[in-house]
């Protein structure tokens, strides 16, 4: 039973751009033992699986194949990348209950199977779907989290990096709220090599005028993925490496502070909504959400992103 235990089960639902990335990065980092990729279209994700195993004698040990619900009882982590895309015509909103019912319908196999695995959930909308997964699970609220702004505070640091010409592992810094329009920069978090970015603007001196360039910065991190999308048509690289950091620090019970996206009770005055925040993840998934000093115009902002969530959520409900 013990071996069976530490056994590091990886279920992957939805094997397109964001799933097999995402496969492909975790296959590389030799923290999983067995990656199980499942698709409403079997075929595809069987072909998916071909092109993956093929890469097997260059992977540090692991086995990659199809899978069938049953493998949801044993997984470790099950994370959800199925998401139906915007057919020509559809509503944002008629597009947003396509996906809360396939995430319903996934979790409610999830739960048929008993199984112990943390949910992490990547499809978009990310914040009202990780909502919409909880409830319908029942489980403790730790156990479905969402990548939340994961991807999103990844760029802000890069961006930050390469306006300092600093290394990026450096430069500590979040974006916090809805992974979307309304999300935000935590300014009063954002520190380079522990001093604060207020503090390290002379000593970087790389640019005239930091209040403009700041907002630049966070423009550039929220209008990524469009621009990303109108180059190539989606985004999947950052978001699979992304994802091997949430998948990882749950399988190897690191205890990383990450912004996911988690269940507010109370915290931040705020309650019955899922936003990315700091939380610790380790092997239940979130572990404790850290409630950071905001600015009283960074709580205001996450106030409004919690406000726009709710609002997409009442709509789901009608
Ligand atoms: N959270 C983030 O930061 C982030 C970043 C990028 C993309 N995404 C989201 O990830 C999702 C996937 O993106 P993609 O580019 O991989 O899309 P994709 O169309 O390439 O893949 C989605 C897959 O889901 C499958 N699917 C649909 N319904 C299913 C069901 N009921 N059960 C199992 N599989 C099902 C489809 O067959 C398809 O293969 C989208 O919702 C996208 O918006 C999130």
């Known amino acids: 039973m013990e071996s069976k235990r530490n ?4 279920v992957i639902v939805g094997a397109g751009a964001v799933g097999s990335t995402f496969a492909f990065a975790l296959a590389q980092r030799g923290i999983a033992d067995q990656i199980v990729l499942m698709d409403a279209n079997r075929e595809y994700a069987e072909g998916q699986v071909l092109d993956l195993v ?16 049953e493998d949801y009882a044993d997984a470790r982590v099950i994370v959800l990348t199925a998401g139906a895309k915007q057919s020509p015509g559809e509503s944002r909103l008629a597009l ?8 319903s319908s996934i979790m409610d196999e999830i739960v048929k199977q008993k199984s112990g695995a943390v949910v992490v959930v990547a499809s978009n909308p990310v914040d009202v ?11 403790p609220k730790g156990r479905v989290i969402g990548s939340g702004t994961v991807l999103d505070s990844a760029r802000f640091r890069y ?7 600093v290394d990026v592992s450096n430069v500590h810094a979040y974006i916090l709220g809805e992974h979307g329009d309304s999300e935000f920069p935590a ?18 001196n790389m640019c005239d005028d930091w209040e403009d360039e700041r907002d630049q910065i966070f423009q550039s991190v929220r209008d990524s993925a469009y621009h990303i ?10 978001i699979g490496m992304a994802l091997v950091r949430i998948v990882g620090t749950i399988l190897q019970n690191q205890r990383s502070v990450l912004p996911v996206s988690t269940l507010l009770d109370g915290e931040y005055g705020l309650k019955d909504v899922c936003l990315g925040i700091p939380a610790v993840v380790g092997q239940e998934g979130v572990q404790e959400i850290i409630t950071a ?3 009283s115009e960074e709580q205001e902002s996450l106030r409004n992103s919690a406000a726009t969530l709710q609002k997409a959520l009442e709509q789901i409900k009608e």
């Open 129 to 139: 779907l990780t909502y919409v997964a909880l409830k319908r699970s029942g489980w």
């Open 7 to 10: 056994f590091r089960k990886v």
């Open 229 to 238: 999308i109108n180059y190539k048509g989606s985004t999947y690289f950052a």
């Open 54 to 69: 093929h890469g097997l004698p260059y992977y540090p040990p692991v086995q990659i194949r199809t899978g069938e619900p």
């Open 159 to 165: 961006l930050l990096s390469q306006h300092c010409e």
């Open 96 to 103: 947003l209950k396509k996906n809360a019912s396939i995430v």
């Open 187 to 204: 300014w009063s978090m954002t520190n380079i090599g522990g001093v604060s970015i207020e503090d390290y603007c002379p000593i970087c």
């Open 293 to 295: 000093p905001l600015t």
